[in-house]
């Protein structure tokens, strides 16, 4: 049963080749980074204690949430623990194409998976600027279904802590709010205060510097 599980989370997780070989060894650890990097080891060190409680990673584009978020989705993996890692993007195109009659999935299939997998990783959570019905609706299903089920979810979002903190933010989900509180009440929410060392990588390299 728990191989089937791993299995279906497998097929449904958007997980690239280079995000397969992400480690905490080959983070890069910079200012700023050194809360998320622990509350992430510790995510995966504690996960059975844990229970439904995740993590709300935010911060800065380029600054290592998804690096941090893929290694320990690989570490879970490697302990047998069945785990989905999907772009907010991708979860969305998978559920939109589930209208299609020639698709193979059905919007149920992916759902009940979604529900079931020991970890989700949602990743580039809110990245949308504006979400439809349906894709709210979506969003509380999947959230208040893990919720049930005692199993957590780690997200990372591209938000400042200005946004983070917005008094309009939780409306994004829907116009009560619901949604955005019941996931903050559920994850140990880090700002990750590193820059975008991505962006740093790049103008060094056109600069003809060392990385």
Request: glycine share 6%; charged share 30%.
């Amino acid at each position: 049963m728990k191989r089937n599980r791993i299995d279906r989370a497998l097929k449904l997780s958007s997980m690239k080749e280079e995000l397969l070989q992400l480690t905490f060894t080959t983070f890069h650890q910079v200012t700023g980074s050194e809360t998320a990097y622990e509350e992430m080891k510790q995510a995966v060190t504690n996960f059975e204690e844990r229970g439904k409680v995740g993590i709300m990673l935010f911060g800065e584009t380029g600054n290592g949430k998804t690096h941090l978020t893929a290694a320990g989705a690989n570490e879970m993996i490697k302990r047998g623990y069945s785990v989905i890692f999907l772009t907010e993007k991708d979860l969305f195109s998978r559920l939109s194409e589930t209208k299609r009659f020639s698709n193979p999935e059905s919007l149920s299939e992916i759902m009940q998976t979604c529900y079931e997998a020991d970890l989700l990783i949602w990743d580039d959570f809110l990245s949308s600027q504006r979400l439809s019905a349906e894709e709210k609706d979506w969003t509380f299903q999947i959230v208040n279904g893990r919720e049930r089920a005692n199993k957590p979810i780690w997200f990372t979002s591209n938000l400042s802590a200005e946004e983070f903190e917005h008094k309009q933010t939780p409306f994004k989900l829907d116009d009560k709010g619901r949604t955005w509180w019941r996931i903050l009440a559920n994850c140990v929410c880090v700002y990750n205060r590193a820059n975008n060392f991505r962006e740093q990588l790049v103008i060094k390299r056109a600069r003809g510097m060392k990385a």
